[in-house]
C-alpha cells in the first residue's frame, strides 16, 4: 500500500511535526497553508504569482463549483485540475459550510442535505454519497465528507445529533469511496464545536472509518481560544500520529501557531487574501491598515523584512494610493505580500521543527497581530 | 543639444518608420503603444507583468494625479518615477481631455480653465503653464501643453476658437517651460477636429514654437474614419519628418496600422486593457467576448498563435468561468493576453517597417477586428 503521510520530522517539547502529504498530484510538506481558490482562482493572483509565493496546494469549493460551471464542465475538460491548469494538489471542500452559510432553505435529513442553491432557488439533493461522487468527478487530491455544521454557539443537544449525522455520513463516504478505484485521498471531518465529550465521540466515530486523514470542522466561529486549543490537544492525543492533522478555516497567526504545536499539518483559510483586498497587511511587526492617513508619505515597504515583490519593490504611500483608488494593483500587490507572509511563515515554522527550534520560532512571531 | 528623436527606418511605400524617443528614463522605440495606467499603475496588472509583455512606458493622467494623491505627495516621494516605483518612460497627459469630460462645471478663459474637481466639486484654476509646472513636478519624461478639447461634433465657429485658445496656451507653455531647466520633453497638441484649415492653422501655430514633439488631439471621437485619416495624413506633411507624431487616444488596430502609414509614431488607448476587463479579447482572428456560451467548453486558448502567458496557459472555457464568476484574475489573465497582443503588434510594425515589409504585414492584420 502506497505511503500517503510520513513524518519527517517531530519537536522535541511539543507535538508539532513536520511530514510529508503524498497526493496524485505531488508532495505537501507539511505544516502547510491551503490558499483559497473557491472557484478554481486565488483572488488577486495568477496561478504562476502564487507559485512563485511557494504556494504548495489550492483550496477549492465543490458546492461553488458544483453549481457553476458544474460538473459535465469540468468532467468533459478532463477534471479540475486540467480545467483550472494548475499541476499541483488541490483539496476540494465538501461544501458543507457552504450549504449550510449561503442556501436559503437547508433541509437535513438522515440521507442527506436538501437546499435550494443560493443563486436561483434550483432545489438540490445531495447525500453523503453524491458529495463523494463530485469530488471524485473534480479529481481533486484531497476530498472531504460531507459533515453536518452547526453555526456557534449551538445547543449541546443540536450539537449532538450534528454529531451522530455526521459519524453516519462519515461511514457511508468511507464505504462508497471504498467501492470506487480512486487515488484521490477521503479525509473525515470532525464535529461536536468545545464540547469535549461530543468532540472525542465525533473522533472515535471516524476512527472507525480509517480515514487517510482527519479534519477538525466547525471550529474557528468565535468560541474562547482556550476552549479552541483544548479541543486541539485532546484531538492530538486521540487521533493516530501517523494520519495528517487538517484544521479547517482558522487562519490567524497565533492561532496557527499553537495549532502547530498540538499536532496540526495543514490549514486554510481566506484571512491573508480577504484581508489584502480590504487593504489589510501582515507585517512581522503587526497588522497594518494601509488606507491610513499616516502611511501617505511613507516611503518605507510595508514590511522591512520581507522579501516579497511587493516590499522589495513599493512604498507604504504607493500601496495606499493604489488601494484608496480602488486600483486592481492594490488587489494584486496586497494579495503578493499577504500570502508571502504566510507562505513564508510556514516555511519557518518547517525549517525550526527540523532544527528542533520551534519554541524559539513561536515565542518571536506570536503578539505580533496587533495594529501598528 | 542632445538628440530627442532619431529615424530607424522608412518604408519606401509609405510614411511609415521607426525610431528611437531619447527620454530621461531611456529609450521608447518607435512606432510605440503607451498602456493606460491613469493613476500610476495599470489596471490588472503589476509592474513586473507589464515589463514582461514588452511595455515601454506608461501613461499616466496629470488631472487624476493632481487631484489626488496630489502634487505635494508625489514631490516628497521624488518625484512619479519613484512614488510609482516605475524605472522607464512615463507620458502624463496635461489632463485637458479629462478637465472637459470629467469636471461638472468648465469656464475657459484666456488665462486658463476654471473647473470644478468631479470628486468634491472644489473649484479649480489651471493656466497653461500651471498645466506645465504640474508635469515637471511629476518628473515625467513626455509632458504635453494644455489645449482646448472639444467634443465632437462641434461647430466650426467654436472649433476656430478652440484652435486659437489652444496655439496662444501653447505659445505660453512653451514659453514658459524654456525658462525651467528641463530634461523633460514638452509636446504641443494640435485641434481643429477634421477641418483641415483649422487643424493646418492649429498645426502651424504650434510649429512656430519648435516642440520637441507634436501630438493630434480631439480625435476618435465618432468622426468617419476617411476623414479621421485625411487629417492623419495632411499633417504628416506638414509636420516636420524629423519630430516625432502621437496620435492620441485612438486604439482600434486598423486604424492604427493606417495611422502608421501616415507617420505616427505614437498611439496610447485604454481598449486592450478596458477591454480585457470587460471580457472582450482581440487575436490575430478577430474580437472574441469571452462569456459566450460557445466557450463553455472550448479548450483551446483565446488565440493559438498566442505567446502570451494566458494563451500558454489557460483555455477559453477556464477564462470564460473566471469572468462569469467577476474573479479578480479574469482581468488579470485578460489583460495580459490583450496588452501582450497589442505590445506584440508593435513589435512586428517595427520589424516589418525595418525590413521594409509593412505593406504586407498591414494587409495580413486588418480587417480582423470582426467578431468571431
Known amino acids: 500500500m502506497r505511503k500517503i503521510f510520513e513524518i519527517t520530522a517531530s519537536d522535541s517539547r511539543s507535538s508539532a511535526r513536520t511530514g510529508n502529504i503524498h497526493t496524485p498530484h505531488g508532495l505537501i510538506e507539511t505544516p ?22 511557494g504556494a504548495q496546494l489550492m483550496l477549492v469549493n465543490s458546492y461553488h463549483l458544483f453549481l457553476r460551471p458544474g460538473l459535465e464542465t469540468i468532467n468533459q475538460m478532463g477534471g479540475l485540475h486540467s480545467f483550472i491548469s494548475w499541476d499541483k494538489p488541490i483539496l476540494s471542500d465538501s461544501g458543507g459550510f457552504q450549504i449550510y452559510s449561503l442556501s436559503p432553505l437547508v433541509k437535513v435529513k438522515k440521507k442527506g442535505v436538501e437546499f435550494t442553491s443560493h443563486l436561483d432557488g434550483t432545489k438540490i439533493f445531495l447525500s453523503p454519497e453524491d458529495v463523494v461522487d463530485i469530488q471524485i ?54 464535529q461536536g464545536s468545545v464540547h469535549w465529550d461530543l468532540r472525542k465521540k465525533s473522533t472515535e466515530d471516524l476512527l472507525d472509518s480509517d480515514f487517510s486523514g482527519y479534519a477538525l470542522g466547525g471550529l474557528g466561529l468565535g ?94 504611500a504607493y ?39 520551534y519554541h524559539r520560532l513561536k515565542s518571536i512571531i506570536i503578539n505580533k497581530e496587533e495594529e501598528i
Open 32 to 53: 502547510a497553508f491551503a490558499p483559497v481558490g473557491s472557484q478554481g482562482a486565488v483572488k488577486g493572483l495568477s496561478h504562476s504569482l502564487l507559485q512563485g509565493l
Open 137 to 190: 468527478k473534480l479529481c481533486s487530491d484531497i476530498i472531504m465528507t460531507l459533515d453536518h455544521f452547526l453555526p456557534f454557539p449551538a445547543s449541546k443537544e443540536k450539537m449532538k445529533e450534528a454529531v451522530s449525522l455526521t459519524s453516519l455520513w462519515a461511514k457511508r463516504s468511507k464505504a462508497h469511496f471504498s467501492q470506487k478505484d480512486s487515488s484521490q485521498l477521503l479525509w473525515g471531518i470532525t
Open 223 to 316: 468560541e474562547p481560544k482556550s476552549q479552541l486549543m483544548e479541543i486541539i490537544e485532546k484531538s492530538d492525543s486521540l487521533l493516530p500520529k501517523e494520519k495528517p492533522r487538517y484544521l479547517m478555516g482558522i487562519g490567524y497567526i497565533s492561532d496557527i501557531l499553537e495549532a502547530v504545536e498540538r499536532g496540526i499539518d495543514l490549514f486554510d483559510c481566506v484571512l491573508p487574501t480577504r484581508n489584502a483586498r480590504n487593504g489589510t497587511l501582515f507585517t512581522s511587526k503587526g497588522k497594518m491598515v494601509i488606507k491610513n492617513l499616516k502611511y501617505a508619505l511613507d516611503e518605507r515597504p510595508v514590511d522591512e523584512d520581507c522579501s516579497c515583490y511587493t516590499c522589495q519593490n513599493f512604498s507604504r
Open 319 to 357: 500601496l495606499r494610493h493604489l488601494y484608496e483608488r480602488q486600483e486592481i494593483s492594490s488587489a494584486i500587490l496586497n494579495t503578493i505580500h499577504n500570502l508571502y507572509f504566510y507562505l513564508d511563515i510556514f516555511r519557518k515554522i518547517r525549517q525550526s521543527i527540523q532544527s528542533n527550534s
